[in-house]
């Protein structure tokens, strides 16, 4: 395994993250367990959970990860072995705190409820999983300014509920989660002028059908020292190959859950066919190739997989062993700039 340094933080957390939002839908907490044990034997210091999960977000299945990781950590009592991450939900689910936002009194109930799920006393890093904001996140392109915004500008508030957490030993340190160029330059700017903890790193999708991060946040990334965690590097499995010819393989997320259709359209199917007939051409797998463009890239800290299986854990984790050259990333930019951004 290979490590890095979390953003301007002391932490060392593996190159590969270990992400769990099928646990409590898709897995059971035995397989919840397994997958955790067999990460942390391939050398995974970093998972990552939210109060939010099981995906796709239900009252039934609320807050399911975060228990099955807490009885993971109260059987193995191994709690100082790995770096553990969480996020507070953003505005919209009602069965999340009754209707989330980040006021201090609903941070502070969200991660309450994390500690105890999680069965620790602290979170080495604490995300805010989507924006208070109207603006474009969760697959929306552009940037459509909305008039009745409700939101007031309330980040330094945001700041100070955040450095409270951190003074009491509750976190170590804070992120965000699918926040544009201009939110994290605002955390950012306001952080420093007012000496207060800055953001370590930002969550967001990447992967070769998504690489908008590339465009305005990769170099705020490098300056500012605030790491990419990609999520959805594999697309929700479109870049394995798995559904090519518009296969929908039995309890794949695609055919379970309709309503994630980022990744279903016509120019998605097309782009990711082209990579995955790419990777065949240099005799290497699909998925492996997804991944390792995603962990060759400079300002990613980690790259964060989810599996089903322990076969498909194996076969990500390991994709951490394999080079690209340059001749296939001129290849794979190739086929980006024949069919740019078609998951944005």
Known sequence: MLYTTLGNSDVHISRICLGTMTWGE?????????????????????????ELYAVPSRPETYGSTERFIGTW???????DKFILASKASGPG??????????????LEKALEGSLKRLQTDYLDLYQLHWPERKTNYFGRLGYEHAEDDPWNDNILEVLNALNDFIRKGKIRYFGLSN???????????????NGLPKPVSIQNPYNLLNRTFEIGLSEISIREKCGLLAYSPLAFGLLTGKYSGRKKPKNSRISLFKQLSRYNGRRTTLAAKKYAQLAASYDISPAQMALAFVNSRNFVNSNIIGATTLEQLDEDIHSIDMGLSEEIVKEINKIHQEIPNPAP
């Not at 897995?27 to 939210?50: R, S, V």
């Not at 950590?73 to 709690?79: F, G, L, M, T």
């Not at 926040?179 to 002028?193: C, D, K, Q, S, V």
């Open 26 to 50: 898709q897995n059971t907490e035995a397989e919840a367990h397994q997958q955790l044990d067999y990460a942390l034997d391939q050398g995974i210091n970093f998972i990552d959970t939210a």
């Open 73 to 79: 950590i109260a059987s193995r009592n191994n709690r």
């Open 93 to 106: 689910p009602k069965h999340i705190r009754g209707g989330p936002d980040f006021s201090r009194g609903q």
């Open 179 to 193: 926040e544009t160029p201009w939110g994290l330059m605002r955390f950012l700017h306001l952080a420093e002028i």
